[in-house]
């Protein structure tokens, strides 16, 4: 797992790092020291702490002025023992939502399992979201099924035209304003 990094093509666009308003402002990547774990597998240095033992995050786009955020996430999903969705919840999606953030992308990809429990904090970040949406994309099939499963398709939008397999090769707006677009016409808007 120490050979999967964050997305870095769009740093161009947006650094956490740099932006005032990110819970992950100020931080300093140290990329010769591995210390992060998830069950004892080192991670790279890029992903950041949210709270969970086993699920991390990226925050590789936010434009506050238009609310999108864009996330990638390493890990296990494990809401049944680590609550992970409180953590994300809490702990980041709360801090950018006062910024006005309401549209969030979920990078999936290196999500390697799923572990659901209760729906509450799913049903609280998409009742927060009020105009907005939350979409999922890249995340595997069988993680799909399990969140399926608990019902958290009733608050992430996956797959059919939102799946966009390409998504690296677009602008970070681009991105964004295609999954929009995409939400709008499923929902009928």
């Known amino acids: ?5 964050p997305y870095s093509g769009w740093l161009k666009y947006y650094d956490s790092a740099s932006d005032i308003l990110s ?3 100020g931080k ?10 998830i069950y004892g597998y ?33 890990g296990e999903w494990n809401d049944a023992v680590h609550n992970d969705v409180m953590f ?3 702990n980041l999606v709360d801090e950018i939502q006062l910024e006005g953030v309401n549209k969030y992308i979920l990078i999936g990809e290196n999500v390697l399992n799923f572990h659901g429990s209760d729906d509450s904090y799913y049903e ?13 994309i890249g ?10 499963n608990y019902n958290v398709d009733g608050y992430i939008n ?11 090769t677009l602008k970070p707006m681009t991105l964004c304003q295609r999954v929009d677009e995409l939400v709008m016409r499923r929902l009928g808007m």
């Open 28 to 37: 300093e990547y140290n990329y010769d020291l591995y210390s992060d774990t």
């Open 139 to 148: 995340f595997r099939d069988f993680v799909i099924d399990e969140m399926n």
């Open 158 to 168: 996956f797959g059919g035209p939102l799946e966009i397999t390409n998504w690296r």
């Open 1 to 5: 797992m120490h050979n999967i990094e």
């Open 88 to 90: 994300l919840k809490r």
């Open 23 to 25: 819970p992950f402002y």
């Open 124 to 136: 609280e970040w998409l009742e927060d979201v009020e105009d907005g949406w939350i979409v999922g």
């Open 42 to 74: 080192y991670i790279d240095p890029g992903w950041d702490y949210i709270g969970s033992e086993t699920l991390y995050v990226k925050m590789l786009f936010v434009d506050y002025d238009h609310g999108y955020a864009v996330l990638e996430f390493i």
